[in-house]
C-alpha cells in the first residue's frame, strides 16, 4: 500500500528541479530536469555535487503543464487542514506555485496570459486531496478497491481533477524513460490525485449522540466549463456541469479532530485514533446531476434571455448512449428528474429530454399527472420490459417553477412523495470499518442514484438534491434508532437542522460558482426552510451578476477550464506566431464602448456645468443633445451586435460563436454609416482556428 509523501523538498538548482522526502530517506528522489523537463528518479535521495540555490517544503506536487515557451512543475505551497475523514486528514489547496524550467524567463504577451488564467480562475478554486484516502471515490466504491494499489491508481478517473496535469508523472510511473525503461512505482508516492468541488467535514451531536456529518460534492474534469459555453453532451457522453455529491454519516469516528497522530507510529498512514472497541460505521448517500444529455446550446448576444439552439435528438444518441452506459455501470438504475419549464424557451429541452429517453428505453410508457396548477405536474417515463440495459432509466419530470409558485416552496416536496416508491428500494449505503485491513466491510448497497437537472444544473437542482438528502438523512437515524418511525430530526434537533440546512446551502454556493461565476439562487430555502423577500430580492442581485459574469467574464474563465483539463494545449496548437489573445475585430469595433463611455461622461459635464452669465442656454443644450444622441446610438448599436462583444473563449471557440461572429460583421459591413469604415480583410477572426477547435472532439488525456 502506497501513499504520497506527506513532506516534500523541493531542491532549486540551475539545472534540475529535484524532489525529496526528509520522512523517507531512503526513497528515491524525483528529478525534473532544466529546461527540458525530462522527468527521472535518482538512485539515492542524498545529491552530492548539485548546487542548490534554494530548499523549499512543500505539501504536495500538482502536476506539470506545457504552455506556449515553457514548461512547469506547479507546486502546492500551502494546504489547510479541513477536518478528518474517517480518520483520515483531509486538506484545501490554499495557495500553488509555477517553477519553470528556463532559468531565464523570456516575456511572451501569450505566456504571461496562460500563467494569468491558471492563477486567477483555476489556482484560487476549491481543490482538496489527502494522503491517505481517495477522495474521488464513494465509500460504496472504495470498499471493493484493491487496497494495496497506490492512491492515485484507484482514483476515480472522472473526478481526478488535476489527471491532465499529472500526465507526465503517470507516463513516466508507466513506461520509464530512455535511461530508465519499464514501470517505475518508486513514482507513485509524488503523484498526488486532488478533487474540485465541496468538502465539508462536521463533528457534531445529534441526541447527544456523537457523529460527524459530510457532504462531499466532485466535478468531473470533462466537459467542465462554464454556464452559457458548455451545455450538454460531448461526442463521448460527457455531460456539462456533472457532479457527483455524497452526503456521508459517520459514528463511532474517534479521529474527528484537528489533532496530530496520537494513536498511530505510522506517519505516512494519516490514520488518526482508534474506535475504542466500538465498530466505526459509515453511512453515505449519493446523487449526480449533469447538463440534459443532447446536444444544445444557449448563444449569448447581450440579451438578457440568450437564444437556444437544439441540434437533432437522433445526431446525439450514440452520445447520449456512452453518457448512460457509464452511469448505469457505475450507479446502477437511474431516476432521471428533470426540472425545467414545461412552457416558454425551456420547452424545447424538455422535449428534446424525453424524446431521447423514449429512443433509449424498449416500449416506453407515458404517464402525465396533473392538477389545479398545471396539466402536467408529474410526467414519468418508464420501460415496460427489461430486455436491454437502458431499461434501468426511469425518466421523472416535475413542474418545479409551476408548483411552487408564489413562494410555496413546500410544494417541491411533492417530487419526493412521487420518487418515495424507488427511494425505498434504491436505500444507502452502510459499511463498517475493518481496522485490520483499513478497509469497509459491506452491510447495505446502495443500488441506484437519482441524477437531477434544470436548465443550470443549480439552483433548483440544489434545493431538490437537499430534499432527497434529508428525506435519506431521516430514514438512516430511524435504522440506526436515533429516530422513532415517522419523526424526523428537523422537528427532534433544531441544532443539527440548522447545521444541515448551511452545509447543503455552503454546497449550493460552491457549485454555482464553478459553473455561473456566483453564489447560488433560491438558498434562502436551503438555509431557513422557506422563500423570503429577502431571498427573492438576493436573488435578483444573483441574476444580474450572473448577466454580466456570464457576458463579459466567462470567456477567460472557459478558456481557464480548458488548459488546465488539457482540452486545449498551447504546445501542440497550430497558431504560428500570431498571438492567441489578440483582439482581432477591426478597431471601429473596439472603439464603440470607448465612444459609449465618453459620451455619458460628456452629458454628466454638459449637465452639471454651469452657465456664465449673460450666456445663451441653447448651446450648453445642443451640446448635451448631441451627446446624448451619441449614447443612444452606440448602445442600440452594441445591443443589436452583441455577438461582437460578448467576451468568447479563445482557445477552444465554439462553432456557434464563429457563425455569429461572421454574420454580424458581414452585418454591420452593411452599415451605410460604419460600412465603409470596417476594412473586409483587417484583423478578421482566424475562422481556420475556431474550425479546427470543434466542440466535441476536444484533446483530454
Not at 481533477?161 to 510511473?173: S, Y
Not at 466549463?225 to 458548455?230: A, C, H, L
Not at 422537528?491 to 461565476?517: C, H, M, Q
Not at 471601429?588 to 463611455?597: E, G, K, M, T, V
Request: charged fraction near 25%; aromatic fraction near 12%.
Amino acid at each position: 500500500m502506497t501513499f504520497p509523501f506527506r513532506d516534500i523538498n523541493v531542491h532549486v538548482a540551475a539545472d534540475s528541479y529535484t524532489f525529496t522526502s526528509p520522512s523517507s530517506p531512503n526513497a528515491p528522489a524525483l528529478i525534473v530536469d532544466r529546461p527540458t523537463g525530462d522527468v527521472r528518479l535518482s538512485e539515492a535521495a542524498h545529491l552530492p555535487g548539485k548546487r542548490v540555490s534554494r530548499v523549499s517544503s512543500i505539501p504536495g506536487i500538482l502536476g506539470m503543464i506545457r504552455l506556449r515557451l515553457d514548461k512547469y512543475v506547479i507546486v502546492i505551497t500551502k494546504a489547510q487542514p479541513m477536518g478528518r475523514l474517517k480518520g483520515h486528514m483531509v486538506y484545501k489547496v490554499i495557495s500553488t506555485d509555477f517553477l519553470p524550467m528556463r532559468e531565464r524567463q523570456i516575456r511572451d504577451p501569450d505566456e504571461d496570459q496562460f500563467l494569468s488564467l491558471l492563477k486567477t480562475f483555476i489556482m484560487k478554486g476549491p481543490m482538496y486531496f489527502s494522503y491517505s484516502i481517495d477522495l474521488t471515490n464513494s465509500f460504496q466504491r472504495q470498499a471493493s478497491a484493491d487496497l494495496s494499489s497506490p492512491l492515485w491508481m484507484r482514483a476515480d478517473d472522472r473526478f481526478f481533477w488535476n489527471r491532465f496535469v499529472q500526465t507526465d508523472l503517470i507516463n513516466f510511473r508507466k513506461m520509464g524513460n530512455r535511461a530508465q525503461h519499464g514501470p517505475q512505482p518508486a513514482v507513485d508516492p509524488f503523484i498526488l490525485p486532488v478533487i474540485w468541488g465541496t468538502l465539508e467535514i462536521r463533528p457534531t451531536t445529534f441526541k447527544s449522540t456523537p457523529l460527524t456529518i459530510v457532504l462531499i460534492t466532485r466535478k468531473a474534469r470533462y466537459r467542465a466549463g462554464t454556464r452559457y459555453f458548455t451545455r450538454g453532451l460531448d461526442e463521448e457522453g460527457h455531460a456539462a456541469n456533472y457532479n457527483e455529491t455524497e452526503q456521508i454519516v459517520i459514528l463511532n469516528d474517534t479521529g474527528r479532530g484537528l489533532g496530530g497522530y496520537a494513536g498511530s507510529s505510522d506517519m505516512q498512514s494519516g490514520k488518526y485514533g482508534a474506535s475504542e472497541g466500538r465498530e466505526m460505521q459509515v453511512l453515505s448517500y449519493v446523487q449526480t446531476r449533469g447538463s440534459v444529455p443532447v446536444y444544445w446550446a444557449e448563444i449569448n448576444a447581450l440579451k438578457y434571455t440568450p437564444k437556444l439552439q437544439v441540434r437533432g435528438i437522433e445526431t446525439a444518441l450514440s452520445a447520449a448512449k456512452k453518457h448512460f452506459d457509464e452511469q448505469i455501470r457505475i450507479y446502477g438504475d437511474n431516476y432521471l428528474v428533470n426540472l425545467v419549464n414545461q412552457s416558454g424557451r425551456e420547452k424545447r429541452i424538455k422535449e428534446a429530454y424525453e424524446q431521447m429517453v423514449e429512443m433509449l428505453v424498449s416500449s416506453p410508457s407515458d404517464k402525465v399527472q396533473g392538477d389545479a396548477i398545471t396539466d402536467e405536474k408529474f410526467h414519468v417515463i418508464e420501460p415496460t420490459s427489461s430486455k436491454q440495459e437502458y431499461d434501468r432509466l426511469h425518466y421523472v419530470y416535475f413542474d418545479f417553477h409551476h408548483e411552487t409558485k408564489g413562494l410555496q416552496m413546500h410544494r417541491a416536496m411533492l417530487l419526493v412523495d412521487q420518487l418515495q416508491d424507488a427511494l425505498m428500494v434504491q436505500q444507502y449505503f452502510r459499511g463498517v470499518d475493518m481496522p485490520a485491513n483499513g478497509g469497509l466491510e459491506t452491510r447495505n448497497y446502495q443500488t441506484s442514484v437519482v441524477r437531477t437537472n434544470c436548465m443550470d444544473s443549480l439552483d433548483r437542482t440544489n434545493v431538490v438534491q437537499s430534499m432527497l438528502a434529508r428525506w435519506t438523512l431521516d430514514r438512516m437515524f430511524v435504522d440506526l434508532g436515533l429516530l422513532q418511525r415517522g419523526e424526523t430530526f428537523a422537528l427532534v434537533d433544531p441544532a443539527f437542522e440548522f447545521l444541515f440546512r448551511n452545509i447543503w446551502a455552503d454546497n449550493a454556493d460552491t457549485v454555482s460558482k464553478s459553473y455561473a461565476g456566483t453564489g447560488a439562487m433560491k438558498t434562502d430555502l436551503t438555509r431557513l426552510g422557506k422563500r423570503t423577500k429577502a431571498g427573492t430580492f438576493g436573488d435578483g442581485k444573483v441574476a444580474v451578476m450572473r448577466y454580466y459574469l456570464n457576458n463579459f467574464r466567462d470567456g477567460p474563465r472557459q478558456d481557464a477550464f480548458d488548459l488546465f483539463l488539457g482540452a486545449y494545449e498551447p504546445a501542440a496548437a497550430n497558431i504560428g506566431s500570431s498571438l492567441v489573445f489578440a483582439d482581432r475585430r477591426p478597431i471601429l469595433i473596439q472603439s464603440i464602448p470607448y465612444i459609449f463611455a465618453f459620451s455619458i461622461f460628456c452629458v454628466f459635464v454638459g449637465m452639471s456645468t454651469k452657465r456664465m452669465p449673460g450666456s445663451t442656454v441653447w448651446t450648453i443644450r445642443v451640446f448635451v443633445l448631441f451627446w446624448l444622441l451619441v449614447v443612444a446610438w452606440c448602445f442600440n448599436f452594441i445591443i443589436d451586435n452583441g455577438m461582437l462583444y460578448v467576451n468568447w473563449p479563445k482557445l477552444n471557440p465554439r462553432p456557434w460563436a464563429t457563425e455569429g461572429y461572421q454574420d454580424a460583421i458581414t452585418k454591420v459591413r452593411k452599415d451605410k454609416l460604419l460600412g465603409p469604415f470596417v476594412a473586409r480583410h483587417e484583423r478578421g477572426l482566424s475562422t481556420a482556428r475556431y474550425l479546427n477547435a470543434e466542440e466535441g472532439k476536444k484533446r483530454i488525456e
